[in-house]
């Protein structure tokens, strides 16, 4: 029901550790910082939208900042739904992976 | 201030989404600061360029949502469309139908030309042999296709690498072949044993490897034997050749096909063209080069390195005089259809350049016919604005809107690719005369051929429709109604350069065009030194006319009608054959020239009217004349520079022969290449080919008569004639064809350049009728509005022609180089150009801006 694909996740996972300051270039960094690979601006923005239009995140224009000449940043929040998205999410993560070892995928090594 | 790279920024620009909604630009410039200070400008930019480019990957992603259900529905609309806007879609579709038919139809032609002898076997091992003589220069060029008789066999036999190797002649033989009272000419060629291993045909009946060992015997192709054994197999049966020998059938093949090099309905062994006796000698000999000679490699070969092995061969086989810096050359199969400039060679040379103008111009009219699609499109929006404005409220998403303008060019495609598909269908038969080639539509053979077009013309189309569909998916509603999308419509940069491209394109062919008219025309008129009009002539092969020819021309100079007769080896329009002239000079030395030579009797000048500028005539009354004496012409005179020549001797091919008189000089070749040295002799029995002056009127009587007396001498051969001013046009056939070319392309480049201005025009009237209402209103007169609406365009037509005049000047400079006799490209003709393109603009914007004018300002300011 509240399933989100693994973009969707990293990016609202984001959004929530960056509180009160979650716009575009910061989102990305955050994202990249765990993936370790390059998440392109066209990419974020298509996944913004669909959260936006699954109503998970909301946008909102911030105070015209000092070095982005007069125009507003951008913020995204987290909604109510979206919030219970991340938790659903959290969920199915701790109980699909519960039975499964930490050894589990590591190589074996033979004695 | 760090910038980053402006052109990505504004390719950003256009994808609104990502702009408006997210901000993208402000995102991008801060991150491109961080890593510009980080890492520097380089890393920066490439940093940027690739954001950008994922960008567009992204947007398109976004815009096209995945479903596939609305299709139906885009589909009801584009059809509504089209009901409704008659006229933009029927521009629209006349346009692209116009490019498809282009395109389809060059491309076919292309596809021909390039698939010349692509069915032999192992095409890529084949070459034929030929020699670069530096320095040795016949008829402008220093390479000759042709070679000697022994070089295949030794090249077989001494070489592990040659696989095969065979000889041909270098000419067919146009014969007449007759079995049981059928008759009719076929060309034919000597060739080896090995000419059927080293190049494929495909053999019907007989043994190949045989077939041709045997003299007399003869190896025909399909359609031969069907004429003249119908459905029997034709193997063992006999057939005559002129009259003369018979010679048994030993081999069938299936027709020569329509793209090959080498065109022949029949072939005999190569040593049968030697009579008996100088067989051995001529076959052996290395000082006659007459040959082609065609070789197959091993697999595995390489031919740079063994063209190199080979060309030992001339040192240790040609004798020192022949040999002189002689190069030997292995030419790829694939390649003889495109190498031109190969002296003897075979007459249906494509130069590689040719094809690729071809190819480059339907590309070309396929993009302005797409080009001419976005700018209507767009010219139009305004139309649309209110449609795209109610939808958007309805809750169309902007993908949506996107998919439904997509689909509208997708079904103009469609609609296009019927069209044009049946125009080439209608068109092909004429066009295929036209470049006198057998090009096939067959869909079965070639569908992935189809394929391929039919796709790429979709997708480049999708490609370009995209643009105008973006663009109008992105009309925002409250811009819409508040009216003030207008000045995006303004946007006149992009379009103008558009119209300017069309516009130049148009020129420079009506340039062109009308260049290549005048050089022909000036052709045509020029006086060549001689008198081609109303001489009929025919090629004389029968023995029965030969043995009876004093009796013969007297009953045809009996005929009132029949002016004048002359019996000659050549028809003044070409002279060929030549040789080197040893000539005594004032002084007594030996002067060696090289000069034309050709043969004829003495009422060859009168006949042609060609005038005698000193000395005399060939006199019959003397008696003497014949073998004796020769004429030249003035350019000999000039290259010998003798004080009198008259009375001098003149040495060729080991006889003597005392000039006596000198001609005004004619034309005797193309008039790609200057007068030459030329030497007429005479030899009033050596009869090949009859020339008859007739009067103008009642030719086909004349005609009928001719032939009547000529059926009664003949024994074998029918009648054949011709007029020697064909032969002379015949010479410019190339010439005429492009002239025809330039022409169809110009009308067509203006059709469409047209249509660009037209759209335009409208766009730029529509966004201005309020302005003009406003005007109207304020007292300006019919007259000033014309003119301001009229001064945009003015501009574009003069920055057109600004570009256009040198291009065309330097092209057409460099084909007309290659006429010995030219015309000046004076200004008359790029004021012509500039005058027609200048009248079509007129036309086309005229239309619009008249009715523009025209327009009751109430109606326009009636919602302000």
Request: aromatic fraction near 14%.
């Amino acid at each position: 029901m509240y399933e989100l694909s693994r973009n969707e996740e990293l990016i609202l996972l984001s959004i929530w550790r960056l509180k009160d300051d979650a716009y575009g270039v910061a989102i990305r960094r955050n994202v990249m910082e765990y993936t370790k690979r390059e998440l392109h601006y066209g990419s974020l923005y298509n996944t913004l939208e669909i959260l936006n239009r699954k109503g998970y995140v909301r946008l909102e224009k911030g105070e015209p900042g000092e070095t982005r000449g007069a125009r507003r940043k951008i913020f995204y929040h987290l909604t109510e739904e979206g919030r219970k998205a991340l938790k659903y999410v959290q969920e199915l993560q701790r109980s699909a992976w519960a039975d499964i070892p930490e050894q589990a995928f590591k190589k074996r090594v033979i004695k | 201030m760090k910038k980053p790279p402006i052109i990505a920024g504004w390719l950003i620009n256009r994808l609104s989404v990502y702009r408006n909604k997210y901000l993208m630009s402000d995102d991008l410039d801060e991150e491109y600061r961080d890593t510009y200070s980080r890492e520097g400008k380089l890393k920066a930019d490439l940093w940027y360029w690739r954001q950008c480019l994922h960008a567009l990957k992204f947007y398109i992603d976004l815009i096209i949502p995945r479903s596939t259900m609305m299709f139906k529905n885009y589909l009801k609309i584009a059809l509504r469309i089209i009901k409704r806007k008659k006229g933009y879609s029927f521009i629209n579709i006349a346009g692209l139908s116009v490019g498809m038919a282009c395109f389809i139809l060059i491309m076919l032609y292309v596809r021909y030309e390039l698939s010349y002898d692509d069915f032999h076997e192992n095409k890529d091992r084949i070459f034929r042999v030929i020699t670069h003589q530096p320095g040795n220069f016949y008829l402008d060029s220093d390479y000759f296709c042709v070679t000697w008789a022994p070089l295949a066999d030794v090249l077989m036999n001494e070489y592990p690498e040659v696989d095969y190797a065979a000889k041909t002649t270098f000419w067919t033989s146009y014969s007449l072949l007759i079995k049981d009272g059928k008759k009719s000419y076929k060309n034919g060629l000597y060739a080896d044993e090995n000419f059927i291993n080293v190049l494929s045909f495909n053999w019907l009946y007989g043994l190949r490897e045989t077939a041709l060992a045997e003299p007399n015997s003869i190896v025909i192709d399909r359609e031969t034997a069907e004429y003249y054994f119908g459905e029997n197999n034709p193997i063992g049966e006999s057939i005559n050749i002129d009259g003369g020998s018979e010679y048994e059938v030993t081999g069938v093949f299936d027709n020569v096909p329509e793209n090959s090099h080498l065109k022949f309905n029949f072939l005999l062994p190569f040593f049968t063209q030697f009579s008996e006796s100088d067989r051995e000698e001529k076959m052996a000999s290395w000082g006659n080069n007459s040959y082609w000679t065609y070789i197959l490699l091993k697999e595995g070969t390489i031919p740079e390195e063994f063209e190199k092995k080979i060309q030992s061969i001339p040192d240790r086989y040609l004798n020192q005089q022949a040999n002189q810096n002689l190069i030997l050359i292995l030419q790829p199969l694939r390649d003889i259809h495109f190498q031109s400039g190969y002296n003897f060679d075979t007459t249906e040379i494509v130069d590689k350049k040719f094809i690729y103008l071809f190819s480059s111009i339907a590309i070309l009219v396929l993009m302005i016919a797409y080009i001419n699609y976005i700018n209507l499109s767009i010219a139009g929006a305004s139309g649309r604005a209110k449609e795209i404005g109610i939808r958007k409220v309805a809750g169309a998403r902007q993908g949506q809107l996107f998919r439904q303008f997509n689909s509208e060019f997708i079904l103009f495609s469609m609609i296009s690719v019927v069209i044009g598909m049946t125009a080439v269908y209608i068109a092909l038969p004429y066009f295929s005369s036209f470049v006198e080639k057998e090009i096939g539509f067959d869909f079965i053979d070639r569908w992935k051929f189809f394929l391929g077009i039919c796709g790429f013309s979709l997708l480049s189309g999708i490609l370009c429709g995209s643009y105008p569909a973006l663009f109008l998916a992105a009309f925002k509603p409250v811009n819409i109604i508040k009216g003030a999308f207008t000045h995006q419509l303004k946007r006149k940069k992009l379009r103008g350069i558009f119209v300017v491209t069309q516009f130049c394109i148009s020129i420079i062919l009506i340039v062109c065009g009308i260049t290549v008219y005048k050089q022909l025309d000036f052709i045509k008129n020029r006086d060549i030194g001689y008198n081609r009009e109303q001489v009929m002539t025919f090629r004389v092969r029968d023995d029965g006319i030969t043995k009876n020819i004093k009796v013969f021309k007297e009953e045809l100079l009996q005929y009132p009608k029949i002016i004048d007769l002359t019996v000659s080896q050549n028809l003044p329009t070409s002279i060929i054959n030549g040789g080197i002239a040893r000539f005594k000079d004032d002084n007594g030395e030996d002067r060696f020239i090289y000069a034309h030579e050709g043969v004829v009797d003495y009422n060859f000048l009168d006949v042609y009217e060609i005038e005698l500028i000193e000395g005399r005539n060939f006199n019959e009354k003397s008696g003497t004349d014949a073998n004796r004496t020769i004429l030249v012409n003035e350019a000999f005179v000039k290259e010998v520079k003798p004080d009198n020549i008259i009375g001098k001797i003149v040495t060729s091919y080991r006889r003597d022969e005392e000039v006596i008189g000198i001609i005004k000089d004619f034309n005797y070749q193309s008039m790609h290449l200057g007068i030459r040295p030329l030497i007429l002799k005479l030899q009033p029995y050596s009869v090949f080919r009859v020339s008859i002056r007739i009067g103008s009127d009642n030719i086909p009587e004349t005609i009928n008569y001719i032939k009547r007396t000529y059926d009664k001498y003949s024994t074998n051969h029918p009648f054949d004639y011709s007029f020697v001013d064909d032969s002379f046009n015949r010479l410019y056939k190339f010439e005429q064809k492009l002239g025809a070319i330039f022409a169809c392309f110009s009308f067509l480049a203006i059709f469409i350049a047209g249509l660009g201005l037209f759209g335009l025009s409208k766009s730029v009237t529509e966004t201005r009728i309020k302005e003009i209402g406003i005007r109207k209103t304020l007292g300006a007169t019919m007259r000033s509005i014309i003119q301001l609406l009229s001064k945009e365009f003015t501009g574009f037509l003069l920055i057109s022609n600004i570009i256009a005049f040198p291009a065309a000047y330097l092209g057409m400079n460099r084909w007309l180089d290659n006429f010995a006799y030219r015309i000046d490209l004076g200004v008359w003709i790029f004021i012509a150009s500039a005058a027609i393109s200048l009248m079509i603009a007129l036309i086309t914007v005229s239309y619009q801006v008249i009715k523009t004018a025209l327009a009751n300002p109430v109606e326009s300011l009636r919602y302000e």
